[in-house]
């Protein structure tokens, strides 16, 4: 009876506390690095790269089949109430040889940025985000960092999941009806 007093308020702290992920992606002209919670996975990448060897073909079917089961599933993500929370930070250090065209880049770059992160929102909820875009001008650079945290807890991920599942399913029986 004792463990149940116990297992409930564990229960409820695991279904319903906000769990953060932290995903840094940096970028310079030479080097990617792709860290998870501070470990890096750019090497983990390289390394099962090399030890396995897979070969995809892709045939004419499935690339339908794939392109279908986005939309299900963007489509799904869109109307779900509850979204995970992000918040973001974004750091570009760029230049071109020419300043023209690293102002032109600036305005083109600086909407880009600003339009993915609409695009983002429709199924994220955007908590903070920080845009930093420095030029340098007459100088050949690229530095990009880009540090995310998404909150997500176990009930939401049941429950966005749940929907996905419904909505992949029910896809499925339309077009086999339609066929």
Same mark, same amino acid.
């Not at 860290?35 to 030890?51: E, R």
């Not at 869109?78 to 305005?107: E, M, W």
């Not at 875009?133 to 945290?149: H, Q, R, T």
């Given at each position: 009876?004792? /463990? ?21 992606? @940096?970028?310079?002209?030479? =080097? &990617?690095? $792709? ?14 790269? =090399? ?8 045939? @004419?079917?499935?690339?339908? /089949?794939?392109?279908?089961?986005? !939309?299900?599933?963007?489509?799904? +993500?869109?109307?779900? !109430?509850? !979204?995970?929370? +992000?918040?973001?930070? %974004?750091?570009?250090?760029?230049? *071109?040889?020419?300043?023209?065209? =690293? /102002?032109?880049?600036?305005?083109? *770059?600086?909407? $880009?940025?600003?339009? =993915?992160?609409? +695009?983002?929102?429709? $199924? ?11 030029? @340098? &001008?007459?100088?050949?650079? *690229? ?6 945290? %998404? $909150?997500?807890?176990? #009930? ?20 086999? #009806?339609?066929?």
């Amino acid at each position: 009876m004792h /463990a149940l007093y116990i297992g409930i308020p564990i229960l409820f702290l695991i279904l319903f506390i906000s769990i953060p992920i932290k995903i840094r992606v @940096e970028y310079n002209i030479k =080097t &990617f690095k $792709f860290t998870l919670y501070n470990i890096d996975i750019t090497d983990k990448i390289n390394y099962m790269k =090399t030890k396995f060897k897979i070969d995809v073909k892709y045939k @004419e079917d499935q690339i339908p /089949a794939v392109s279908n089961t986005s !939309k299900v599933i963007l489509n799904s +993500l869109r109307d779900i !109430k509850f !979204k995970p929370n +992000l918040n973001i930070k %974004i750091n570009i250090h760029y230049g *071109l040889s020419d300043a023209a065209y =690293t /102002a032109l880049v600036f305005g083109l *770059l600086s909407n $880009f940025i600003c339009i =993915t992160i609409k +695009l983002s929102s429709l $199924f994220i909820n955007i908590k903070n985000k920080k845009l930093n875009i420095v030029p @340098e &001008f007459n100088k050949l650079a *690229l530095n990009l960092e880009i540090d995310s945290i %998404i $909150f997500i807890n176990l #009930a939401k991920f049941i429950y966005i999941s749940s929907i996905i599942y419904k909505n992949l399913r029910n896809s499925r029986k339309i077009n086999l #009806a339609n066929t």
